[in-house]
């Protein structure tokens, strides 16, 4: 019988995609790895592989399609038999892995293969993953299987299962005719059955409780139209998203940059022979990744039934690129050394901006940071990115009138920084405490480095 080959969530807010090209034409024969097609999603253009052996009998959705949802079938297969009697199952929606497209020099700008992953209060908010979370439980008990019977698994759920030790005879399958899929090994504890999954109906979203809304009225002015992208469509949402329904909490201190800057450049004379050169916004990474530590209420993330706090602090960095913004996570930026940081921002700011960023290096931080100092704002308030607990927004340093150490007023470089906090999650005084550490911090920064 014909096998469905289904729309694939390649991402973990992915409703619907761009089915962009095929690569792969009725007839076609087909074996697991062969890349199929080549799919837009909401944070990158990815490639579609193949999980079975067969011959491609029909392209259900035609390249260039928007707006297929997840689960929709897009093509049919005719698998090869089993050895069973039974035709190879269809690979579920989770079975792909998805890789970064190579770049289609015939795309526009619009069509950019890095999404943002941060949302930024002007305009340029994406989606996040969560850190460190399960992956999908199967939905019924480890089956009783007779001895010598043959386990159905797809390719990749038998290489995840060796990876990581795991028992293909006591994991129940949700694909196919009982066909054991990535899912399903994920969800399996070592040597043991997957979790039998929650039956209860999910609550409708938010976007299926509200009203479509109204098409804008356009003046009769000379203008051009733009089609959005899936990244365009995700940074409105997303954007729409936080500011509905994540209650944001304010919080500005003024900070003396010089120890830092005279620190900064003592350490730069030391590192030149290295090939380092540290930026402020290093120092700033650094700075707010302990602080975090010593404020662990703010190093969290807000769940409908349950507060998840983080044991390390790894920052999203947002980075301008021309096609919009996108943050490059410094994992475990609480211990690394300055150098360290200096160096991976770097590189991940130069392959964001040539759209080579892998998925897992702009998705999961725990907190975020968006310095705009460089373009002269003095002061601002970024939008928090869900599902993070807080955005730190950085200003401009400039000199100012400050009042010394001694009392006497003399000049000082001196920048604003904001903090935003899901006031669901962090408390006013926790979120106090957060910025008094990072300004402790900034303003003697060789504590940073103890």
Not at 118 to 123: A, Q, R, S
Request: aromatic letters at 2%.
């Amino acid at each position: 019988m014909p096998i469905e080959i289904k729309m694939p969530a390649l991402s973990p807010t992915m409703e619907e995609g761009t089915l962009a090209k095929w690569l792969v034409k009725e007839g076609d024969e087909v074996k697991a790895g062969d890349i199929m097609a080549e799919i837009e999603t909401d944070k990158a253009t990815m490639e579609f592989e193949a999980v079975d052996e067969g011959r491609i009998t029909k392209i259900a959705v035609a390249e260039g399609t928007d707006g297929v949802k997840v689960g929709t079938v897009i093509a049919l297969l005719e698998g090869e038999d089993d050895g069973s009697g039974e035709s190879t199952p269809a690979p579920a929606a989770k079975e792909s892995e998805p890789r970064p497209s190579p770049e289609d020099p015939n795309k526009t700008g619009s069509e950019a293969k890095a999404a943002p992953e941060d949302v930024e209060d002007h305009g340029k908010p994406a989606d996040s993953q969560v850190a460190g979370s399960a992956a999908p439980a199967s939905g019924t008990p480890a089956p009783q299987r007779a001895a010598g019977e043959r386990v159905k698994a797809s390719p990749l759920a038998r290489r995840i299962a060796a990876e990581r030790n795991v028992d293909l005879a006591s994991v129940s399958g949700t694909g196919p005719n009982g066909r054991i899929v990535r899912a399903d090994v994920e969800g399996a504890k070592t040597g043991a059955a997957a979790p039998v999954a929650s039956t209860a109906a999910p609550a409708p979203t938010a976007e299926a409780a509200a009203p479509a809304p109204r098409p804008a009225t356009i003046p009769d002015v000379p203008h051009e139209l733009t089609k959005l992208s899936n990244m365009r469509k995700t940074i409105a949402r997303r954007l729409t998203e936080s500011k509905q329904q994540v209650p944001h909490i304010y919080l500005t201190v003024d900070v003396e940059l010089d120890k830092l800057l005279k620190l900064r450049g003592e350490l730069n004379a030391g590192l030149e022979a290295r090939g380092v050169k540290l930026s402020v916004n290093d120092l700033l990474i650094k700075a707010l990744a302990v602080a975090l530590i010593q404020v662990p209420k703010c190093n969290v993330m807000f769940t409908p039934d349950q507060l998840v706090s983080f044991g390390r602090a790894d920052i999203s960095v947002a980075v301008s690129t021309p096609e919009g913004l996108i943050t490059p996570v410094i994992t475990e930026a609480d211990t690394a050394s300055l150098s360290s940081i200096s160096t991976r921002m770097k590189d991940l700011a130069a392959r964001a901006r040539d759209k080579k960023l892998k998925p897992e290096e702009f998705t999961g931080g725990t907190a975020s940071i968006s310095n705009m100092g460089m373009f002269g704002i003095k002061q601002f308030e970024a939008v928090i990115n869900p599902p993070q607990g807080m955005i730190l927004a950085i200003g401009a340093g400039e000199k100012r009138p400050w009042v010394l150490k001694d009392g006497t007023l003399g000049v000082a470089s001196v920048m604003s920084a904001t903090g935003s906090f899901d006031h669901r999650a962090i408390d006013g005084a926790d979120g106090a405490q957060l910025m008094q550490a990072f300004k402790q911090l900034v303003e003697n920064p060789l504590a940073m480095l103890a």
